[in-house]
Every structure is written in C-alpha cells, then in structure tokens.
C-alpha cells in the first residue's frame, strides 16, 4: 500500500460508514410507517457501531484475544467491548418499539403516522 | 490493499441493502433486508478484528431483532403507505452527514497504530488482561472486570426491556377492559 | 459504610427493580419502592451534606480499577446538588404514588410498575454520579426505556398515551445515539471516556473540527433529551397522556438530568475556554432558550387541558435553563442550577395536584377546575403556590432563579434578552390568571362531578409547596450550593456573586 | 409445521446440540469469542426453535412464564449480589479480587459469575419477548384451542404469511 493512499484508504471507511448513517437517520425522521422507523433506527445505530469498530482497527492488527506472541499486535478492545453494550441496548429499544406498534395498532388500527396524527386531531377537536 | 477492497466492498453492499430496505413498501422485505444488514454487518465486523462483536451483532441484528419484526409485521398491515422523499428530513440527513464528513478529516487514519486511542487507555488493558485479570480473551476482562459496571448497566437495560415489554404487551392496563366504575371502586379502595 | 454512600444511593433502587418485579401484590410492591426511594433520598442528602462540609470532590472507583481505566463515580458540588433533587421529587413522587398508581394502573401490574419506575429513578442517579462518558449513556437509556415504557401506562385511560410514547422512544433513541456518535469522536481524539480525563487530554486536540462536530453532536442529542426548543414536540403528549404519577415525577426530574449532563459535558469537558463555544453555542443556546420560553409560554396561555398546560409551561421553564447555561457565566450556570432545583419542586408539586385531580375526575380541564376552589380548597391552594412559583412572584422560590437568571444577563449587558425574560415570566400570570378564575371565581356547574379531597391526597403536593415557600423566603444555603456548584465548571474568578 | 417429519427430527437432534454449543459459548468466553450475552441469545434460540416446531403450547410446557421472570430478576441479582460481594469484603463494589484468596483466581470467580448472571437475564428474556410476542398474536386471533402457532397463520393472507412459517 503506497504511502499517498493511506490517507485516502483511511478516511474512505469512515465516509462510506457516514453514509449508511444518513440513509438510516433519514428513514427514522421522515413521516411514515412505523416499522419502517425502527428498521431505520437498527441501520442508524449499526453504522454507529461500524465507525466504533472501525476506529479500534489496528493495521496488521489481530482479534484482541491473546495468543502468548509477544510480537503479535492486537486491535483495539475498547471499542468492542462498548458496542457490545450499545447492541444489546440497541435490540432492547427495538423490543420496546415494535411492543408499541402492536398496541398502536390495535387501539388505533394504523401504524402510519400520517394517519394517527389525523386521528389524534379529531379527538382534540370536541376537547377544547 | 485487499483488507480495503474487502471493507468497501462490504460497506458498499450494506449501503445497497439501506436503499432498498428505504424503497421498498413491502414490509417484510423491509425487515429480511434489515436483518441482512445486520449479517453484513457483522462480516465487516469480522475483517475488522471484532469477533465478539461480530457474534453477536448476528445473534441480536440478524436473529432476536428478525424475529421480534416478524411476530409484529403478522399483527400489523404488510404494505406501507407509499411516501414521497420528504425534503426537511433528506436535508437533516443530509446536513447531519457532511457534518461528520467535516469532522473526519481531521480524525486518525483508520488503522493508524499512533492514533490516541491505541496508545492510552487500551495498552492497560491489553497488559492487565494477561497479568491482573489472567483472561486470554481482552474483551471479556474489559467488559466483566475493567468496565464490569457498564456491563451491570447493559444487563439492567435488557432486564428494563423485558419489564417495559410485559407493561406494554403482556400486561393488564388496558382501555376497553376497564369500565369506568371500576376505576372509581379502585379508587376508593386505595 | 460511609465510603460506599456513592454507589448506594444508585445500587440500592437497582437491586430493588428485580424485588418489586416478583413481588405482585401492589402494598408490598408499594412499599419497598417507598423505602428504597427514601433511602436513596437520605444517602443522597447524606453525600450532599459531606461533600458540602468537605469541599471537595469524593471518588468512588468501581471494581477498584481506577480513573481512566475503570469507572468512577464522582460527587462534586454540582452532583451533590442535583442528586436530593431527583431522589427526593423520586421519594415524594412514590409517597403520591399510592393514590394515583392505584387510580389509574391495573392492579396485576403494580410489581412491574413499581419495577420501571425504580429503574427510571436509579437511572437518573447513575448519570448525574458517573464519572464516565459512554456510562452515561447506559444509564440513560435504562432510564429512557423504563420511562417510555411508564408513559404508555397511559393507555389504560387514554389510548393517545401509546404514540406519544413511541414518538418518545423514536426522539430519544436518536438523541442518545447522536451523543454516542459525540462521544465516539471524542473517544478517537483523545482514547479516553473519562469525563476528568477527557477535560485534560482536550485541549491538546481543541483547534480540531472534529473536536467542534463532537461538541456539536453531544449538545444536539442532549437538547433533544431535555427538550429544548425547537426539539420540544415530544414532550407536550408524553407528559400529557401518561399515567399522573408518571408525569410528576418526570416533570420534574428526567429533562432535568439532561441539563444536568449537558452542563456536564459542556463546562466540564470541552470547558469555558473551548473556541467557539461562548459565541457559537452559547448564542444558539440564549436564542433558542428565549425562543422556548416565549412558545412555551403562549402555547400555556391557550390550552386548556391542564396536564398539557404545565407540560408547555415546562417547555419554557427549561428555555430559561438554556438562557441561564447560555449566558456562559458563573452566575449564569448557578441560576440554571437554582432554576432547576426550584422548577422540579414547583411542577413537582402542581402535578401531584393536578394528578389527584386527575385521578378523580378522569381528566383535569379548565371545565373540571370550575368553582373547585370552594370543593377542595387546600389542593388548589397548592396549585396557585405552583402557579405563583412559576411566574417568579416573591417569596417564591421562582423569584430566587429568576433574579439571579436575570443578574447573569445583565452582568453581561444582555439588556434586550433581560427585558425579554421578564416579560415572557409575566406572561406566565396569564395561564396561572386563568386557573384562578376558573377554580375561584367560576360557580362550580350543575353536574359537574364531585370532588374531595384527604390529607394524604394532598399531602405530597404540599411537602413540595412548602418547600418551595421555605427556599424562597431562606434561599442562602441553596443560592450558596448553586454557586459552588457553577464553580465546579467555572472558577470563581470570572463573575463572582 | 409439526407435521413434517423432517423438520420434527432434525429438530429434536438441533435442540440439545443448540443448548450444549450455548454452554460452550457462555464458559469458554474467557479464552475465545463469546460470553454470558451471546451464550444467552443462544440458549433461548433452543426454546424458541422449541416453540417454533412443536407448537406455542407446547413450547411454554417446557419453560412457564413464572420461571421466565424469576429468571429475567435471578440474573440481575446474581450479577448485583456478585458485586455486593465485594463490598462485604471491604472493597468496593464489583471488586472480584478479593473473591478468593488470590487475586487472578478472585477475578476469575467474579467473571464467571456475572457472565453466569448476564447470561441468565438474556435467555430468559429472549424467551420472554418471543413468548410475549407470539403470545398476543394467538391472543389477537383468538385462538385458544390447541396450537397456537400453526393457525395463526391461516386466517389473514399476508405477505409475511410465507415466513412466519
């Protein structure tokens, strides 16, 4: 690898992560179906997680287990360790998510957001 | 020059994965392609040293998180509502990522072994894995012994998951079971 | 015993979660959250009292491992401080709890209730103790994922409370992943997540745009937490269709915290000195708090629902926390901390009121509150203290933040936006106006339902009303506090009282 | 789904082998890939291809609902009272040193325990989730008769139809 690429290697994971991150941002903040929201939110928080790990990559690295080489050069477990975490807090919203779509869909019979916030202002309407 | 082909190839594939998984209107598409991502995902994972990660991103991403969506896309309309590309939206997405982008020039290179966070915190660990914890997987001591509070925490957050589960789904609070003299007799008896 | 008192007042509501979950039957379930709220409560005054005699900064190092290998819990001046403040409004909020809880949740779920409703306390406390970037986060979704869970309770009277709570869990999931992605930048700056640390080890790094995107991101999922304007629109239906307990005790806690570690983060990381923060952030900040206030304000104005009416005043009680942050002063921060302190006593004590209400007439309009001043006098009593707290009347505790929020103005020959504050603050007289002549000055109407009231109903909402009397009339020691605690972000040399 | 022989065989045959591979998993984090998460994932993957294949009813035979939060609690306690341990000791909390009379053997201990603890709540939440989930869909069809989970695919054509199964 020459030397002028490396700059450009290096940075070229991170943009491509920050575009999968925009792509997933968007679904989540733009109107619409509610599953989608959350398949949204899983694609913005794995490429979250991808600029996490990419950043504890060491090159000519190996896993962080130690293999008894003293030679041997290790990537870093930092950032693993805290997105082990942060995936399990990410499944555990998704629960949370798609629990509240169910329920949104039986009291209200529609998982658009369009439609609930049609809904909604009717039953403001007669309140005030 | 390999590992890079192999990494941008597979970020590439995952974008492509992204887009449709946006475009598509049939849920369940919608959600196999997110589960694909998570698999995708967790190969990159793999080239990039993060075994563990890996491992479970596709246990979580690609199975619990599958099949959770499946259970509730048969509860729920298959199809979405078609939307046009909404424009505020695109552009926060768009504004939040050139903002990164700006930041990302100035960060380390990836992989560079001289950036800082391979050379401050995480050598201890590398040598304490061996010498104060006598665990060969770095990962595991970080995670149960260096950082084992975060890892209580992550626990407590699946435990909270689980109770906020059964509150929403599996619990008894609910509208059309409850007649208003009820809730006036529960009242008077609390 | 003692060395442990950081840990404990976390650790205790935590192991108690589990407990609560098994227990069904709902006094058992009651009682061990009433006992381990108050326990926290007293631990909590308990480290506020020694750091205060001590003066210094008390490390608790988890695991033993310490600072930037391991994680530490950290009771400063501005920890100690916020610490009674959720604890208590927690203790006081579960002793209203059993009323309310019982009004309005199924009985079969009071084990799991009172299990969220723990972890969602605990949560709060972990992140104002940790010392610890990422630990943060952690305890911030667990408390996120238990008060999502708790807001769509609601839905056992109002089917609105379970998009509000999805749209909750949508912002907040959003919030706290930008401020991962804050954290992570900063993280490959300077390869620590060490709050201490990383306050060290930034300034080596500070010119970098990097280091201003990370600032930027941290704030960004930090404003929408504790909703501040424009990011606000969450918090009106959240709070307005969760269980009354629920809204009481987030009212006055959870966007609390969010100002809290934001302070934390900003002052205490990136520091006063960062480029760009006094005339970047802190004008964004300044604008967009007045802006909250005056939107919040009139938005009360016009609703009649009362639970959404505080709710929006909420939304411009915490605009005037932005404006105390954002006048980047020592007397600044110390009036965002004062406002703070007083806020969750003032709503805290309105929303108690008005859940009992609440509780008995199904909902609380303005229609519900006519002539119910002659029915339950002593609970209206309360929400006209609430109201007159709010608008920064003296004698208040309102009238202490709102002095010393309007002196850091001028300190810095902000006149406009002082005139400003102030009259958005007496536009507040409307709504509290409008309250006051619905309960007193309206007849109470043919049919309307009947209300009561017993000591033990509005018995929680008065602890708070005294208390916010009792600060208003003797705020020295708080007013001290506050400064010291602005001190821990700001050295006393710039802008002493 | 449990009349085909195929998939009733191979199943019987995957579910032990899915349990053991998740002990594997959980006890040999310390030395390779894995730890009490992954291992807990798995071992609910067991019940739940449990469930899948030998029907819902079936499925909660093999694990009741009252066990699940007894252990979704136990695993939060186990991990809590591990580090509690380390207080009574006269160390801080989660110190896993002085567990035992050497330090290296006292961390150790403490790792297995909390990963023991970790991997408790895990499995039995992911059985409580599909349980949950899959249980408000038989509730929603109102079905209650025998299997649950064969005919909750029958009344509404779906896309999602096909892959439920």
Request: glycine share 10%.
């Amino acid at each position: 690898m020459s030397a002028w690429m490396d700059p450009i290697l290096g940075q070229w994971n991170y943009y491509l992560v920050i575009a999968l991150m925009m792509i997933g941002f968007y679904a989540v903040i733009a109107r619409g179906n509610m599953v989608k929201k959350i398949v949204g939110l899983n694609i913005f928080q794995t490429s979250v997680f991808m600029l996490y790990i990419s950043m504890g990559k060491v090159a000519n690295g190996t896993a962080p287990i130690l293999t008894g080489e003293p030679s041997t050069v290790y990537s870093n477990p930092l950032p693993h360790v805290l997105i082990l975490t942060a995936i399990v807090v990410g499944v555990s919203t998704t629960a949370v998510g798609y629990a509240l779509i169910i329920r949104i869909q039986e009291s209200f019979g529609s998982i658009e957001d369009d439609d609930i916030i049609a809904m909604l202002d009717d039953e403001e309407a007669p309140a005030s | 020059m390999s590992g890079f082909l192999v990494n941008a190839s597979l970020i590439a594939l995952l974008a492509l994965i992204a887009i449709l998984a946006l475009r598509l209107h049939r849920l369940f598409a919608v959600v196999m392609l997110s589960g694909a991502f998570s698999l995708v995902a967790a190969a990159q994972f793999v080239v990039l040293d993060a075994v563990d990660v890996a491992f479970t991103e596709a246990a979580v991403g690609a199975g619990i998180s599958t099949v959770l969506a499946l259970a509730t896309l048969s509860l729920v309309p298959a199809e979405e509502k078609p939307h046009s590309i909404s424009l505020v939206p695109a552009f926060l997405a768009t504004l939040t990522g050139l903002l990164l982008a700006v930041a990302v020039t100035d960060l380390p290179n990836f992989g560079d072994p001289k950036a800082p966070i391979h050379n401050h915190v995480a050598p201890e660990y590398i040598i304490g894995s061996e010498q104060a914890i006598g665990v060969p997987n770095i990962v595991t001591s970080v995670l149960a012994s260096y950082r084992s509070f975060d890892t209580f925490g992550e626990t407590l957050v699946v435990f909270t998951a689980a109770i906020a589960v059964l509150l929403i789904i599996g619990g008894y609070t609910r509208a059309p079971r409850r007649a208003k003299g009820k809730r006036k007799g529960s009242q008077d008896a609390g | 015993m003692m060395q442990h008192l950081p840990i404990l007042q976390v650790l205790l509501p935590l192991l108690a979660a589990p407990f609560a979950a098994l227990l069904r039957g709902r006094e058992l379930a009651w009682g061990l959250t009433f006992l381990t709220t108050g326990a926290a409560f007293l631990i909590s005054i308990a480290l506020f009292l020694e750091q205060r005699a001590l003066g210094t900064t008390l490390v608790y190092e988890l695991g033993n491992w310490a600072a930037p290998i391991g994680i530490v819990y950290v009771i400063d001046a501005a920890s100690a401080l916020v610490l009674p403040v959720i604890s208590g409004i927690g203790f006081i909020a579960t002793l209203a709890a059993r009323q309310l809880v019982a009004a309005e949740i199924d009985r079969r779920d009071h084990g799991l209730f009172y299990a969220a409703w723990l972890l969602t306390i605990a949560g709060m406390l972990g992140q104002v103790t940790t010392g610890d970037a990422f630990n943060i986060f952690v305890f911030l979704e667990i408390s996120s994922l238990s008060a999502y869970a708790l807001v769509a309770m609601g839905s056992g009277r109002d089917r609105r409370a379970l998009p509000a709570a999805f749209n909750y869990l949508i912002l907040g999931t959003v919030g706290a992943t930008f401020y991962v992605i804050g954290i992570g930048l900063l993280y490959m700056l300077t390869g620590t997540l060490n709050l201490a640390d990383l306050a060290e080890r930034l300034p080596q790094v500070e010119e970098t745009r990097a280091a201003f995107t990370a600032m930027a991101f941290i704030a960004l999922g930090l404003f929408l937490k504790m909703a501040l304007f424009p990011l606000h629109f969450w918090l009106v239906p959240a709070y307005a269709h969760a269980p009354s307990a629920v809204t009481a005790l987030m009212a006055s806690t959870a966007t609390k915290v969010s100002v809290y570690v934001l302070i934390r983060l900003i002052f205490g990381v990136f520091g006063i000195e960062f480029p760009g923060l006094v005339d970047g952030v802190g004008l964004l900040v300044l604008t967009l708090g007045i802006a909250g206030a005056f939107v919040g304000t009139l938005a009360a104005i016009v609703e009649t629902d009362l639970k959404k009416l505080f709710a929006q005043s909420s939304i411009a009680q915490l605009g005037y926390m932005a404006i105390g942050i954002g006048a980047m002063s020592a007397t600044g921060l110390a009036a965002a901390f004062l406002h703070l302190f007083n806020h969750a006593l003032m709503k805290g004590a309105l929303f108690l009121a008005i859940g009992m209400i609440a509780a008995q007439a199904g909902r609380a309009t303005m229609g519900t509150l006519q002539g119910a001043g002659k029915q339950i006098p002593i609970t209206m009593t309360a929400i006209l203290f609430g109201g007159l707290a709010l608008i920064g009347v003296p004698l208040t505790a309102g009238f202490i933040s709102k002095v010393y929020l309007i002196r850091a103005l001028l300190e810095q020959d902000f006149w406009l936006l002082a005139g400003l504050t102030f009259v958005s603050s007496a536009l507040a007289l409307a709504y509290v106006w409008k309250i006051i002549e619905a309960a007193w000055l309206r007849p109470r109407p043919e049919g309307a339902p009947e209300l009561s009231e017993t000591p033990s109903q509005y018995m929680p909402a008065w602890i708070m009303v005294i208390a916010t009397l009792g600060f208003g009339i003797y705020a020295t020691p708080l007013v001290d506090a506050a400064f010291a605690a602005a001190h821990v972000f700001i050295p006393a040399t710039v802008g002493a009282p | 789904m449990q009349d085909d022989v195929v998939i009733r065989v191979v199943a019987k045959v995957m579910i032990p082998a899915v349990m053991l591979f998740a002990l594997y998993v959980q006890f040999h984090g310390d030395y390779g890939p894995g730890g009490g998460f992954q291992a807990g994932v798995i071992f609910a993957s067991a019940f739940v291809l449990n469930a899948v294949v030998f029907g819902l009813n079936k499925g909660r035979h093999v694990w009741p609902a009252h066990y699940n939060l007894m252990g979704i609690c136990g695993g939060v306690l186990i991990y809590g009272f591990t580090g509690v341990a380390g207080m009574a000791f006269g160390e801080n909390f989660l110190s896993f040193n002085v567990l035992a009379d050497d330090p290296i053997a006292g961390q150790h201990l403490g790792i297995l325990l909390v990963e023991f603890g970790v991997g408790l709540t895990v499995a039995a939440v992911m059985v409580m989730l599909f349980f949950t989930f899959a249980g408000r869909l038989s509730h929603n069809r109102l079905l209650s008769k025998s299997d649950a989970h064969e005919r909750r695919l029958a009344p509404k054509s779906s896309p999602s139809k096909e892959v439920t199964k």
